[in-house]
């Protein structure tokens, strides 16, 4: 160990070599030529400083080679896919090549261990989002599956229930087409992959086309969709129509789903500056203050059966972050537990 601790470099090794060295010439030169003059004694001297100069050196560039010619295809290893590192190791510093190898060596175990965790944490977000999409698929298809082995088994002569199972399967069929596209888009979403289209248009027309899509769902439930004033003027933005639109459907139909009977959905808009803030109020069942932090994940629904009676997947949250993220802007929520929510997002102005 402690021979180990001391030899650790190519310098003190070729100390010690020389030490050896020049301690057995000087003895040989004792030897040989036996001493009495002071004379001699400093011959002695310089004799043994420049044998152990020259094995010193000799010995400094030997180890160099030899170490160097070991770690260097070593190194090229370690930088095999990053050619500019490759070609840096050719101009090392022979005399620190060791130092800077353990240096080089940690540097590179610690970012092969920061990969290896994101690796698995990918891996174990793989596997909830497999179990997720099964199991959310798994719902719609059995009741296909029932309403047409009830359709096969007699039902399909029987008029009072034929066109009641035919509708209810097609309800099912869009449920799972809208799971699927739902899944695509987050997929593309979370890779980074969705381009946007970005143009400029009227905020307020969007919404009020939102507000027309959604009418009569919100009519089921006697929710009034509303804004907040009177927009007698247009308010211009600058962000990929399509997805915004999307992002409104979402948030005021989620404001329908969890809003109460003859309730109420506002909607404003306002100038922030370069920005504008668009924000969806709803006065329904509200979000309790512990599940808020986790709601824009996705598979996550506060009240799971109350959610998939809705027929809700818990996508629709993640996907309108995701966009919205996706322009640089920001979007957040306040709420109280029965009292109602509040979705605010911001986009930009045109022209900025
Ligand atoms: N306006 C709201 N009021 C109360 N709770 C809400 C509101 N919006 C969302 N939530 C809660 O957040 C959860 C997640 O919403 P999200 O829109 O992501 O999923 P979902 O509505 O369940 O399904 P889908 O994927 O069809 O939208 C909902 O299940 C619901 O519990
Ligand atoms: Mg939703």
Same mark, same amino acid.
């Given at each position: 160990?402690?021979?180990?601790?001391?030899?650790?470099?190519?310098?003190?090794?070729?100390?010690?070599?020389?030490?050896?060295?020049?301690?057995?010439?000087?003895?040989?030169?004792?030897?040989?030529?036996?001493?009495?003059?002071?004379?001699?004694?400093?011959?002695?001297?310089?004799?043994?400083?420049?044998?152990?100069?020259?094995?010193?050196?000799?010995?400094?560039?030997?180890?160099?080679?030899?170490?160097?010619?070991?770690?260097?295809?070593?190194?090229?290893?370690?930088?095999?896919?990053?050619?500019?590192?490759?070609?840096?190791?050719?101009?090392?510093?022979?005399? /620190? +090549?060791?130092?800077?190898? #353990? *240096?080089?060596?940690?540097? &590179?175990?610690?970012?092969?261990?920061?990969? @290896?965790?994101?690796?698995?944490?990918?891996?174990?977000?793989?596997?909830?989002?497999?179990?997720?999409?099964?199991?959310?698929?798994?719902?719609?298809?059995?009741?296909?599956?029932?309403?047409?082995?009830?359709?096969?088994?007699?039902?399909?002569?029987?008029?009072?229930?034929?066109?009641?199972?035919?509708?209810?399967?097609?309800?099912?069929?869009?449920?799972?087409?809208?799971?699927?596209?739902?899944?695509?888009?987050?997929?593309?979403?979370?890779?980074?992959?969705?381009?946007?289209?970005?143009?400029?248009?009227?905020?307020?027309?969007?919404?009020?086309?939102?507000?027309?899509?959604?009418?009569?769902?919100?009519?089921?439930?006697?929710? /009034? +969709?509303?804004?907040?004033? #009177? *927009?007698?003027?247009?308010? &211009?933005?600058?962000?990929?129509?399509?997805? @915004?639109?999307?992002?409104?459907?979402?948030?005021?139909?989620?404001?329908?789903?969890?809003?109460?009977?003859?309730?109420?959905?506002?909607?404003?808009?306002?100038?922030?500056?370069?920005?504008?803030?668009?924000?969806?109020?709803?006065?329904?069942?509200?979000?309790?203050?512990?599940?808020?932090?986790?709601?824009?994940?996705?598979?996550?629904?506060?009240?799971?059966?109350?959610?998939?009676?809705?027929?809700?997947?818990?996508?629709?949250?993640?996907?309108?972050?995701?966009?919205?993220?996706?322009?640089?802007?920001?979007?957040?929520?306040?709420?109280?537990?029965?009292?109602?929510?509040?979705?605010?997002?911001?986009?930009?102005?045109?022209?900025?």
């Amino acid at each position: 160990m402690a021979t180990k601790k001391i030899i650790e470099t190519p310098r003190s090794l070729s100390l010690i070599i020389a030490i050896i060295v020049s301690l057995i010439t000087g003895l040989g030169f004792l030897f040989i030529t036996s001493i009495s003059q002071s004379q001699q004694l400093l011959t002695l001297f310089a004799f043994t400083l420049f044998v152990f100069t020259v094995t010193y050196l000799c010995s400094l560039i030997l180890v160099n080679l030899f170490v160097s010619k070991r770690i260097k295809p070593l190194y090229k290893a370690l930088y095999s896919v990053d050619k500019a590192s490759a070609d840096l190791v050719d101009e090392l510093d022979q005399n /620190n +090549l060791l130092q800077r190898l #353990e *240096y080089d060596l940690r540097v &590179w175990a610690e970012s092969k261990t920061d990969e @290896i965790d994101r690796l698995k944490q990918m891996e174990r977000y793989r596997k909830e989002f497999l179990g997720n999409v099964s199991h959310e698929l798994k719902t719609p298809i059995f009741n296909i599956q029932g309403y047409v082995l009830t359709l096969l088994d007699g039902g399909l002569e029987d008029p009072s229930i034929n066109r009641r199972y035919l509708e209810r399967t097609e309800k099912s069929i869009n449920r799972l087409i809208g799971i699927v596209e739902d899944l695509e888009l987050i997929t593309k979403l979370e890779a980074g992959e969705l381009q946007l289209n970005m143009e400029r248009f009227n905020i307020i027309s969007l919404i009020d086309e939102t507000f027309e899509a959604l009418e009569q769902r919100a009519k089921q439930k006697n929710i /009034n +969709l509303k804004f907040d004033k #009177e *927009y007698s003027k247009a308010i &211009w933005v600058y962000a990929d129509k399509k997805r @915004i639109s999307q992002v409104l459907y979402n948030l005021t139909i989620n404001s329908i789903f969890y809003g109460k009977e003859n309730g109420t959905t506002t909607v404003s808009v306002t100038d922030i500056g370069t920005r504008v803030q668009v924000e969806v109020n709803d006065n329904g069942i509200g979000i309790d203050q512990k599940d808020l932090p986790r709601i824009f994940e996705r598979f996550y629904r506060v009240d799971k059966s109350r959610s998939r009676e809705q027929g809700g997947t818990g996508l629709g949250l993640a996907i309108v972050k995701h966009i919205i993220e996706g322009h640089k802007q920001v979007i957040g929520v306040r709420s109280n537990l029965n009292q109602g929510t509040t979705f605010s997002f911001t986009l930009d102005k045109p022209g900025k």
